[in-house]
């Protein structure tokens, strides 16, 4: 199947879920919407008539969110659907778009393209009125940007990310150490690191050798001209953004669509590992030391996993992603997208077959999901005193993750998105002789 078939397939079955889904908004006492939805054409409605979003309980997002679903106010309730659905076909279409520029095969590309656009967590968040499509478009446009040697148009977008959805800091470090001035020079498209190239060349050592060189190198003459402009455009943008809306809606704002989420707990059961201790001290004031100690082990598993694979940066962001998720004090279902719309970016590069490896870590990790929404189901609708049993599945899940990150870990062919420089390549060659 062509790329524009495959597009024109998913555009179509995402307008029959939301045609299907205002039917049974309607008819059915369960609801398809997404509860968060309401949330959001109340405060964009607040919006259009000249008041807060804020003024919407439990909304905690950038005022930018609400602006955009004006419409739904104004045109139709499922504008909103349509706008993130759009998203979600622009990430399939971006990470075509990515796969091809490094010179993968159309087949390979194709089928990449097919675990985003036809995964039922992806083409049912944007048709449920969920916001995170928006948020991996971006993220896959400046990955784009950064390809294409267009540093400044990345550095606003990813300073409007952050703005509009704060957990994409975490790929901060990694942005900036790929502009190493040894593969990328500000004002100059760099070469990538193609497809082809690295099924012909790539050994384990060599890809361990380049690895240590990157390492090496990634905190020498880190104050270039690239990632000080990158830093100032993203930080000025970030800041531009906040600035403006901290004005228009004060103090209100600033917490809830930024600090907010800092010192964020859940009572109610999630997927997070921290869920049970949430539980047992709940009413209790917390110390902001209490709410922050979680973020420790983020820390150090974020350091490590981009020291260690920074310069391979889709591989770098998708770990990153997956970790943030897996030890995240608060982790819904809609949290899996962030990291999804990474996946197709790493599998041409990896030799995990779908058949068995591949299949073991899908039913190992969607097993666990599925032990632990047996007991989320007998807590939250049958009443039962599951808590213990519940957060033990919650453990179960972390190992789950774990494990899927290390075998895919074991599987990549480690490859720099950027080639090194004649001059690089030649002194660490010298280095490793």
Known sequence: MKIRSLLLYSAIFRVFLIAYGEWQDTHMEVRYTDVDYFVFSDAASLMASGESPYERTTYRYSPLLAFLLIPNSIVHRSWGKLLFSAADLLVGFFIYAILKQRKVPEVLCT???????????????????NCEPIVCAVILWIIICLMNGNILQAAFWYGLIVHFRIYPIIYALPMIIVLDPNYIQFGQKPVLEYWSSVQEKISQSSGKSTD??????????????????????????????TGLFFHLYGWEFL????????TRTDPRHNFSIYFYHIYLHCGQDLSVVEKLIS??????VQLVLIFRFSQDLPFCIFLQTVAFVAFNKVITAQYFVWYFCLLPLILPWSSMKLK?????????????????????????????????????????????????????????KYTPLFRLS?????????KLE
Do not use: D
């Open 356 to 412: 068995w490896e591949g299949l073991c870590c899908i039913l190992l990790w969607m097993g666990a999901q599925a032990h632990w929404l047996m007991w989320g189901y007998l807590l939250e609708f049958k009443g039962k005193n599951v808590f213990l049993q519940l957060w033990m599945a919650s453990l179960l899940f972390l190992a789950a993750n774990t494990f899927f990150i290390i075998m895919f870990i074991r599987r990549h």
């Open 295 to 300: 973020f420790f082990p983020q820390f150090v």
């Open 212 to 241: 240590q060189y990157a390492i090496r190198t990634a905190l020498k003459g880190i104050f270039t001209r690239a990632r000080i402009m990158f830093a100032l455009v993203s930080g000025t943008t970030f800041l531009a953004f």
């Open 422 to 430: 004649e001059g690089a390549s030649s002194k660490n060659a010298k």
């Open 111 to 129: 089928y990449s393209v097919m675990v985003w656009l036809l995964n039922p967590f992806t083409f049912t968040i944007g048709t449920r009125g």
């Open 255 to 262: 917490h809830e669509a930024l600090l907010y989420h800092l």
